[in-house]
């Protein structure tokens, strides 16, 4: 039955998602917003709505820990699990916007949460400065987006959001209201759901909450990423399958973890508490990893196939870790050390060298 309420989770959550997002993009270009527009926030933050109201419904039924693990771990999961296979399957473009814009925002997010979380609370205070950055945020990108595409032409979004076709049952603004409101009424259910069958496993396998967020949670809710990027990268569409999880990490950063804290500060003076080793360990894994993302996208301004390989690779190790700690296996240490002592070292060296060579050619 637990294995039945995870799958049943998971689906609810990824059809939510797919019909908020298209129910919300049809509304959007009716009230006469660009594809650009809707792309950069109603899409971005749509296919990042499971993560939302999985750590929402975990804060509300006392599992701060998979609250938090689970958007700290959907950005692991976002940078080098989805970027990693979208660039098997072709190298991946990177815009010069991603390298001078959003990943120095995303990188700021990161080490603004640790910051925040020095204390080992998130409380009221801080979600709302974090919902409130997002806000700002959005409130930039819609603004430039629009100046943008008064200059630059078609609009590079226009393909990948459904058309607005008079006739069509989904055309209609009641028709558009349903599926906003179906998407939601999943993705609630999905949510609950799946915090239900994620705590159940945990008990039964003796691992904890955190870790449990950290992989298979963090992995299911961001399934709407995982399809978003490698469909657009099976259609040549590269920049988009690298913007969408850029897009995603930031919204996990002050959207997910912010309302969690938000709603965690209402129901309780302490807030939403860090569990101490993701505040010691996970969240510098994954500033590590945002920060890891800049030499990628800088050498040539794409993410190559060796370098997809290189970021699976480096999930693997980071899951590996994760269960050997969790299980107190004997050779955690000797695995640890020889990931800082040879592996790092090495891949640092190798993008190095890379960068070198490409400015000189």
């Known amino acids: 039955m637990t294995l039945i309420l995870f799958i049943a989770g998971l689906v609810a959550l990824v059809v939510g998602a797919t019909l908020l997002v298209r129910g919300a993009s049809l509304l959007a270009l009716r009230l006469g917003l660009s594809p650009l527009v809707v792309g950069l926030t109603v899409v971005a933050f749509g296919t990042s709505a499971p993560e939302m109201a999985v750590s929402t419904g975990a804060v509300l039924s006392g599992q701060g820990g998979l609250a938090v693990g689970n958007a700290v771990g959907s950005n692991i999961f976002n940078v080098l699990f989805i970027l990693g296979l979208a660039a098997l399957i072709t190298p991946l473009a990177v815009h010069r916007q991603v390298i001078r814009q959003?990943?120095?925002?995303?990188?700021?997010?990161?080490v603004l949460l640790i910051v925040l979380g020095l204390d080992g609370v998130l409380g009221l205070f801080d979600g709302a400065l974090l919902l409130g950055l997002l806000l700002a945020y959005t409130v930039f990108l819609v603004r430039q987006s629009r100046a943008e595409s008064a200059t630059t032409g078609p609009d590079e979004f226009a393909d990948n959001l459904p058309p607005v076709q008079p006739g069509r049952w989904d055309a209609r603004l009641p028709a558009q209201l349903v599926l906003i409101v179906a998407g939601l009424t999943l993705l609630?259910?999905?949510?609950?759901?799946l915090v239900q069958a994620a705590v159940a496993v945990a008990r039964a396998l003796g691992l904890s909450e955190v870790v449990i967020g950290l992989t298979i949670v963090a992995a299911g809710t961001s399934l709407p990423e995982v399809a978003?990027?490698?469909?657009?990268?099976?259609?040549?569409e590269r920049d988009i399958a690298v913007g969408n999880?850029?897009?995603?990490?930031?919204?996990?950063?002050?959207?997910?973890?912010?309302l969690g804290a938000v709603?965690?500060?209402?129901?309780?003076?302490?807030?939403?508490?860090?569990?101490?080793?993701?505040?010691?360990?996970?969240?510098?894994?994954?500033?590590?990893?945002?920060?890891?993302?800049?030499?990628?996208?800088?050498?040539?301004?794409?993410?190559?196939?060796?370098?997809?390989?290189?970021?699976?690779?480096y999930y693997v190790a980071y899951v590996a870790?994760?269960?050997?700690?969790a299980q107190r296996?004997?050779?955690?240490?000797a695995f640890g050390d020889a990931m800082l002592g040879f592996v790092v070292p090495l891949t640092i060296v190798t993008l190095g060298v890379t960068l070198l060579r490409r400015e000189a050619t």
């Open 245 to 258: 999880v850029v897009g995603s990490c930031v919204f996990n950063l002050f959207g997910v973890i912010g």
């Open 188 to 193: 609630v259910l999905g949510s609950d759901w």
């Open 329 to 333: 296996h004997a050779g955690l240490d």
């Open 228 to 236: 978003a990027s490698v469909m657009a990268s099976i259609k040549g």
């Open 321 to 325: 870790y994760l269960v050997m700690a």
């Open 102 to 110: 959003e990943a120095p925002i995303m990188i700021g997010g990161a």
């Open 263 to 313: 709603v965690a500060g209402i129901g309780s003076p302490q807030g939403l508490s860090l569990p101490p080793n993701v505040a010691q360990f996970d969240l510098w894994v994954m500033l590590a990893t945002l920060v890891a993302c800049v030499p990628v996208f800088v050498t040539g301004r794409e993410i190559a196939r060796w370098e997809g390989a290189l970021f699976l690779a």
